[in-house]
């Protein structure tokens, strides 16, 4: 059963100029996706999950093609998502079904690598309780801050949060070689650390994650300030909450840590990364 309130809520939050310019921003040289969760809707009527990659939403027009071609507000379980990878450019696909597919498959088949960037690393904590979730994300963000390694944090819309660390701070190296050590990482932090929250399950060159600042089943994907995590509450991430008590213009994903030169950054990561793997064949 759907709760109207924030079906409602959703179709309003999203037709707000200045949060969809928000989007557009973030949505800048990556993937846009569509991603529906199992929901009693879709299970009663027996039909498939609606999930639509390979779309470009670097601009508010874009974003409200999708919208609209797509229907997505007509499934509320939807969820945007943005890719890891960071592209030179993200092509826009056609909607037509046939010529949308044959590009689908040749962009999954390979083609995005000639459009590939780099990669961020993420890490996806995830629990049925939010407050252990919120506790792991506490003991990994000590070990960032110690090493003063450029992050931003948000809540992932559900049952916990996402740090992640912008491509612009990890060393530059080749596609299977960056993406192999990220997902190294992020198993080892959690098996070495006993972080059971971090989800490790899937990490290749389309990995994707929460959109920041989309709406989640009633919920925000909010980027979080230091303050906001050590008090966190489900109820920062309302909707109403946010619109009234957080500027959303130009508010970004607040990352920390910034005001270095990148190399430095980058010599961080891998002195961090180096306490947890070998980090030695990946620089090879």
């Excluded at 939050?13 to 929901?39: D, H, M, P, V």
């Excluded at 498959?105 to 629990?127: I, R, V």
């Excluded at 190294?184 to 389309?206: H, K, N, Q, Y």
């Excluded at 230091?226 to 213009?249: G, R, T, W």
Aim: charged letters at 30%; one cysteine or more; a neutral charge.
């Amino acid at each position: 059963m759907i709760d109207p309130d924030w079906f409602k809520a959703r179709e309003w939050w999203y037709s707000q100029t200045y949060i969809g310019l928000e989007l557009a921003k973030l949505l800048k040289y990556r993937e846009l996706c569509f991603l529906e969760k199992k929901n009693p809707e879709q299970q009663e009527k027996g039909r498939k999950l609606k999930n639509i990659r390979c779309c470009a939403g670097y601009t508010l027009d874009l974003i409200k093609s999708n919208f609209n071609s797509f229907k997505i507000l007509d499934y509320p379980f939807v969820n945007m998502y943005y890719s890891l990878m960071h592209l030179e450019k993200m092509p826009i696909f056609s909607f037509a079904p046939a010529q949308r597919a044959k590009s689908y498959a040749e962009w999954t088949n390979g083609g995005y690598k000639k459009f590939w960037q780099s990669f961020d690393f993420a890490l996806d904590l995830d629990s049925d309780n939010v407050e252990d979730a919120r506790q792991d994300l506490l003991k990994i963000k000590k070990t960032f801050d110690e090493y003063k390694i450029p992050h931003s944090i948000r809540f992932s819309g559900s049952r916990g949060f996402h740090l992640s660390v912008d491509s612009r701070w990890l060393p530059k190296l080749p596609e299977n070689k960056i993406v192999a050590l990220c997902g190294e990482l992020a198993t080892m932090i959690m098996e070495i650390d006993g972080i059971p929250s971090v989800d490790d399950t899937i990490f290749d060159s389309r990995r994707v994650l929460k959109l920041p600042y989309s709406f989640d089943r009633g919920n925000i994907c909010l980027p979080l300030d230091d303050y906001q995590i050590a008090h966190f509450s489900m109820q920062m991430v309302q909707p109403e909450y946010v619109i009234k008590a957080i500027k959303l213009k130009d508010r970004g994903i607040l990352e920390r840590y910034t005001d270095q030169p990148e190399e430095q950054a980058k010599e961080s990561f891998l002195k961090m990364a180096s306490q947890f793997i070998d980090i030695k064949p990946y620089l090879k």
